[in-house]
């Protein structure tokens, strides 16, 4: 079992920045991937960004360059600095792990992030 807490989301301006936060608690030794995804009202649930356990990252056309995950296997915590953000990007933000053998799916809450135009 992980447990995963979200943090930093908010509202912000067309253009600002954010930067979210995940925090891992429980069998984190069994986490392979992490990524982000965003669910918008109305919308199916997206990949937004992922990092395998060695770094490897992959990132969703709509927010490559403007978007940068990054993980610290210290503290057990993931990221989302997302920079140059858009009103499109308005969206429940979900944090989620692959766990051990079977890659199991394990979701935070949610962190709404809102950017006004």
């Known amino acids: 079992q992980v447990q995963l807490v979200e943090s930093g989301g908010g509202l912000v301006q067309a253009g600002g920045s954010l930067r979210l936060s995940c925090a891992a608690s429980g069998s984190v030794f069994g986490i392979n991937a992490m990524g982000w995804y965003r669910q918008a009202p109305g919308k199916q649930r997206e990949l937004v960004a992922a990092?395998?356990?060695?770094?490897?990252?992959n990132y969703a056309d709509s927010v490559r360059g403007r978007f940068t995950i990054s993980r610290d296997n210290a503290k057990n915590t993931l990221y989302l600095q997302m920079n140059s953000l858009k009103p499109e990007d308005t969206a429940v933000y979900y944090c989620?792990?692959?766990?051990?053998?079977?890659?199991?799916?394990?979701w935070g809450q949610g962190t709404q992030v809102t950017v006004s135009s």
């Open positions: 990092i395998t356990e060695g770094g490897g990252t």
């Open positions: 989620n792990v692959k766990w051990g053998s079977n890659w199991d799916d394990y």
